[in-house]
């Protein structure tokens, strides 16, 4: 059974109006009366539509500059009733109130405002009463009424009532709720988030997240598994520019790569990410040296992987990247003969970063229902911070380079090993349940790829060394320097060994897991 309810009058209230004559035809062909307030009523009367004004509707002027409008008891009465019970319709009755079956609202634009603004008042003032209370009483008594919240709505209402001749059905009003209700927890959510980072509340009592869909996936991050990507703000500022639609796994390769960039903001940074790793990262003067360092410390897992730059792409640039496999470019720009030549690769996706700023504060891990939240990575690494414990002391270009080894270091999966000569990795050993292991393969690719740069190398581990036989491989690989933690019961045993093997050893003081 349909449960088909005849629409005979309405509210609109709209901060966005897009749209509104078409739908205003659509509704005159049915003869629904429009209630309305403030900008929508007179948007309404400028359009050459009929429509009361809500303050002549309820004999109550708006006041308070017109933060009280809509918030009337004859028109959540008239929201609230429950069409088929007798207590209801008698109160309407002996009130002089009437039934309202549809409501068309959208909120004042908070977010908006967020983006536009750093004036604490506007901003406050763009926080909507009115129109959410009035979709959440239109939502909560779907059975009897329809409630829009949004223009990409529109269409559906309109095949709606011209399907049923001005009513609408119990399906489409229940569906139509389910949008709202999300409408209004989105909505809140921004609200709530904004006030707490501007109270520097970083774990409140109850915490929210937000999102919209920016598309469905084909698959998740393997073929059986279902996905969509939900769209921050920040997210908002990368463009692409060329190349088929983003895949799962393609996101967070995308998330992990400027993740590592935001690091080297004030440098010519290069980074190669391969599921979710970084396999290559380089800061250089000129940004073709940039990549050819970047990408010469594995380039066979650097096949089919993503290139992150902090830079705009040249034409140069652009030959020397297409003579290889990626998936995804992405560079603060593109001259216009790279970005030419990038586009002969008809799948290869090329995004603009030229907007982005990487301002991430959280990082929520999710299981199941429940979560671990965390603020991100974002330790300065500062020279007077470190402590230098072996006799020979690191000089500058030393200790630039032990930081830059450090940083990507933090980027990559635990236990994690990365090896560095001249700003650039030469070995990156990632993910291991032992950090020996992870000593090995940094080595090994460092053998593979760049023997010669091995001799006079710097070398960073994310943790503790907790014996020597890590620090051993690679001292005896060639590596003259290391930057660890420090916190083993065995600092002492590590500090003789370095001071044994004239090795300069630098203890950073802070951990950096990623696991």
């Known amino acids: ?20 004559k078409i739908i205003l035809k659509n509704l005159k062909k049915f003869n629904i009366k429009i209630i309305s307030s403030g900008g929508t009523y007179k948007e309404i009367k400028k359009l050459g539509f009929k429509c009361e004004e809500i303050s002549n509707y309820t004999g109550f002027k708006e006041m308070l500059d017109g933060r009280v409008k809509t918030l009337h008891p004859k028109i959540h009465a008239g929201l609230l009733s429950i069409r088929n019970n007798k207590k209801h319709i008698k109160e309407l009755k002996n009130n002089n109130f009437e039934e309202i079956d549809l409501v068309i609202v959208n909120f004042y634009p908070f977010e908006k405002s967020i983006n536009e603004t750093k004036n604490f008042k506007k901003i406050i003032e763009n926080i909507d009463i009115g129109g959410p209370t009035m979709v959440r009483a239109a939502a909560k008594n779907f059975n009897s009424v329809t409630v829009i919240s949004s223009p990409n709505q529109y269409e559906d209402l309109i095949n709606e009532l011209k399907l049923n001749k001005g009513s609408t059905s119990i399906n489409f009003r229940y569906k139509s709720a389910l949008h709202s ?10 609200i709530s988030n904004f006030l707490n980072h501007s109270s520097n ?35 908002n500022s990368l463009k692409q520019l060329h190349g088929k639609k983003l895949s799962y796994n393609n996101y967070n390769d995308i998330f992990s790569s400027l993740e ?38 594995d380039p066979i897992s ?30 603060k720009g593109f001259e216009k003969r790279a970005l030419k030549i990038l586009k002969n690769k008809k ?67 635990s236990n994690a090993i990365v090896l560095v000569k001249n700003k650039s990795t030469i070995g990156i050993g990632s993910g291991q349940p032992n950090r020996l292991d992870s000593c090995n393969i940094a080595i090994n690719k460092a053998k593979q790829f760049v023997p010669n740069e091995l001799y006079n190398s710097v ?12 620090i051993e491989k690679l001292v005896q690989s060639g590596v003259k320097a290391i930057i660890q933690p420090s916190g083993s019961i065995r600092d002492k045993e590590i500090i003789k060994f370095a001071n044994d093997t004239n090795t300069i050893l630098v203890f950073s003081k802070t951990r950096h897991f990623k696991h």
Do not use: W
């Not at 309810?5 to 509104?20: H, Q, T, V």
């Not at 903001?265 to 190669?272: C, P, S």
């Not at 089919?304 to 652009?318: M, R, S, T």
């Not at 072996?390 to 980027?411: E, G, H, T």
């Open 201 to 235: 509340l970083s774990f409140p009592e109850k915490k929210t997240f937000h999102g919209k869909l920016s598309e469905k996936l084909r698959y998740g991050e393997n073929p059986h598994q279902i996905a969509s990507f939900y769209k921050g703000s920040e997210f």
């Open 347 to 413: 799948n290869l996706r090329i995004i603009d970063s030229s907007n982005y700023k990487y301002k991430a504060i959280f990082n929520p891990v999710f299981h199941r229902d429940s979560f671990l939240l965390q603020n991100i990575d974002s330790f300065k690494i500062i020279e007077k911070d470190l402590k230098f414990v072996s006799k020979i002391k690191p000089n500058k270009y030393q200790i630039q380079n032990l930081i830059f080894a450090l940083n990507v270091c933090r980027y990559v999966k």
């Open 302 to 331: 650097a096949f089919g992987g993503i290139v992150c730059c902090n830079y705009k792409i040249d034409f140069n640039l652009a030959k020397k990247i297409n003579q290889n496999f990626f998936e995804i470019i992405i560079a």
């Open 1 to 20: 059974m349909k449960k088909l309810i005849k629409i005979k009058k309405k509210i609109i209230s709209l901060s966005d109006k897009s749209n509104l």
């Open 459 to 470: 070398a960073a581990s994310d943790a503790f060394f907790p014996f020597t036989d890590g």
């Open 260 to 297: 590592v960039l935001s690091t080297f903001q004030k440098n010519l940074g290069t980074v190669i990410v391969k599921h979710a790793n970084p396999c290559g990262v380089s800061s250089e003067k000129k940004s073709i040296i940039s990549f050819s360092h970047a990408f010469n410390c």
């Open 181 to 190: 209700f999300n409408e209004i927890a989105y909505y809140d959510s921004v």
